[in-house]
């Protein structure tokens, strides 16, 4: 079945830089995504969606890029800090059998970020 | 605001026993859900509410029973606990179940059946 993947189990980067994270997704019917952050220990922490009329959306240091064509979306995150490390999942609002969307998670990027 | 608080926090079980976990959100969402989270694997829905009194199936509900008697709380009932279900289990809200809200998690319960 459709799902969403992710390419990179582990990014490491150095403070102060840019950090990007990947997700691919199949489910062309899918009309929303989200960002999770999940610490050690902790329930994963709502970072930014974005609908699938939009190309692109920023909030505090973080920019969500989705690209329909191929089915692209990207977590970006500006000088990165050493209390970003953690693991990052997106997911889609994918239509179930029940014709229902409900939200499909993908199993996460770990970011380690080096002092 | 404590917004999702599940309890406990950890717990372990022998199999063949039975366990309540609790869920209770203050935010007056209508939607409710638990998850299961295993190593390497995304967050796996198990059941979930769209109010008070209702319960669905998710992707794997096998195992588990829920209630939502209350609009604030959603319980999870393991009635013969397995090795299998050893997990972290979350449970998340949201305003609304079209799947364009952001679910909101508490910090889960860890689960060891032995």
């Known amino acids: 079945g459709e799902s969403v993947g992710l390419h990179l189990p582990t990014l490491s980067v150095q403070e102060g830089d840019n950090s990007i994270i990947n997700c691919a997704y199949s489910?062309?019917?899918?009309?929303?995504f989200i960002w999770y952050k999940q610490e050690s220990g902790k329930g994963p922490q709502f970072i930014i969606d974005i609908r699938s009329n939009m190309d692109k959306r920023q909030g505090q240091r973080v920019t969500v890029l989705l690209n329909k064509t191929v089915k692209h979306l990207s977590l970006q995150i500006a000088a990165t800090q050493p209390g970003d490390s953690a693991v990052y999942f997106c997911a889609e609002n994918m239509a179930r059998d029940t014709g229902r969307r409900a939200l499909t998670f993908g199993s996460g990027t770990r970011l380690q970020v080096q002092p | 605001n404590a917004g999702v608080t599940q309890t406990p926090k950890f717990r372990v079980l022998k199999t063949g026993q039975s366990m309540t976990l609790l869920c209770a959100q203050d935010?007056?969402?209508?939607?409710m859900y638990w998850y299961r989270q295993d190593p390497g694997m995304g967050l796996r829905l198990i059941h979930y509410s769209v109010g008070e009194g209702t319960t669905a199936k998710g992707e794997v509900p096998d195992g588990y029973n829920v209630s939502r008697l209350k609009k604030q709380n959603f319980l999870l009932g393991l009635e013969s606990a397995a090795p299998s279900q050893t997990s972290v289990y979350f449970c998340a809200s949201s305003t609304s179940g079209t799947g364009r809200q952001p679910q909101h998690f508490g910090d889960g319960t860890r689960l060891s059946i032995l």
């Open positions: 935010m007056n969402h209508e939607y």
């Open positions: 489910n062309s019917a899918s009309d929303y």
